[in-house]
């Protein structure tokens, strides 16, 4: 599996990196969630959990 980091094409990740952010990445959305007051997370909530709009910022430069 090849995931590109921002702002490269051709480096390969390496898979036990990839799926160790996952895993925290996972885990920052359930902490989200269980500090939410409502049933679910928002969209909006969701992206800034997983800094969305960040990596569009660099995507962009």
């Known amino acids: 599996m090849r ?3 921002p702002g490269t094409a051709t480096v390969p ?5 990839v799926a160790l952010a996952e895993i925290e990445l996972c885990g920052e ?3 989200a969630a ?6 679910r997370l928002s969209a ?3 992206d800034e959990v997983l800094r ?3 990596e ?3 995507e962009d430069l």
Do not use: F, H, M, Y
């Open 3 to 5: 995931v590109a980091p």
């Open 13 to 17: 990740a390496d898979p036990d990196c």
């Open 29 to 31: 959305l359930i902490i």
């Open 34 to 39: 269980s500090a939410t007051e409502g049933e």
């Open 44 to 46: 909006d909530r969701i």
């Open 52 to 54: 969305v709009a960040a």
């Open 56 to 58: 569009r910022a660099v």
